[in-house]
T-cell receptor
Framework: DGGITQSPKYLFRKEGQNVTLSCEQN?????MYWYRQDPGQGLRLIYY???????QKGDIAEGYSVSREKKESFPLTVTSAQKNPTAFYLC????????????FGDGTRLSIL | EDQVTQSPEALRLQEGESSSLNCSYT??????LFWYRQDPGKGPEFLFT???AGEEKEKERLKATLTKKESFLHITAPKPEDSATYLC????????????FGQGTTLQVKP
């Protein structure tokens, strides 16, 4: 079955440590996205990529970095510069073009040790 | 600035008690309004896309409608398995490919 796989499901970060969240899709979608979800708030866009080897900052990119070397993969690194990283992180993908819905993985919950 | 507001924040219904969830939006040039369902600890599951005022879409006990300023998600005779958080998002012409999400409405249906 086609879908989006995020790993790990739970992740713990120590102070000063960078951590990388994995996102893989086999839907043959060109576009991929990373969101952060905090309690009581809507999803906020961190980074997005419409094509391989290109990506753009979203609304809350500070303290995060991404790469898009393959169509199927869009890993997110939470750097030590992100002072409040505890959140639920969601990866999504979609076809490019008008009216295309985004489809989501089941998320990674990041906590601070 | 594009903005989405959902109400109520939380809704409790008895099984079989129909109701509606509201999604009010401000966007320059609506390209699409999307409804999602999210279960605890899971990613959002796509339900509907609405493109223009007057449009309606249905799926089982859910019906989504769209006007120029808001969308409603009508739930007819809900069952406990309809309990979830329902998210609304819009894509505007000034932010192609980017969705702006509301905070969601958490629905609890009691047997």
């Amino acid at each position: 079955d086609g879908g989006i796989t995020q790993s790990p499901k739970y992740l713990f970060r120590k102070e000063g440590q960078n951590v990388t969240l994995s996102c893989e899709q086999n839907l043959n979608h060109d576009a991929m996205y990373w969101y952060r979800q905090d309690p009581g708030q809507g999803l906020r866009l961190i980074y997005y990529s419409q094509i391989v080897n290109d990506f753009q900052k979203g609304d809350i990119a500070e303290g995060y970095s991404v790469s898009r070397e393959k169509k199927e993969s869009f890993p997110l690194t939470v750097t030590s510069a992100q002072k409040n990283p505890t959140a639920f992180y969601l990866c999504a993908s979609s076809r490019t073009g008008e009216y295309q819905p985004q489809h989501f993985g089941d998320g990674t919950r990041l906590s601070i040790l | 600035e594009d903005q989405v507001t959902q109400s109520p924040e939380a809704l409790r219904l008895q099984e079989g008690e129909s109701s509606s969830l509201n999604c009010s939006y401000t966007v320059s040039g609506l390209r699409g309004l999307f409804w999602y369902r999210q279960d605890p600890g899971k990613g959002p599951e796509f339900l509907f896309t609405l493109y223009s005022a007057g449009e309606e879409k249905e799926k089982e006990r859910l019906k989504a409608t769209l006007t120029k300023k808001e969308s409603f998600l009508h739930i007819t005779a809900p069952k406990p398995e309809d309990s979830a958080t329902y998210l609304c998002a819009v894509e505007g012409s000034s932010n192609t490919g980017k969705l702006i999400f509301g905070q969601g409405t958490t629905l609890q249906v009691k047997p």
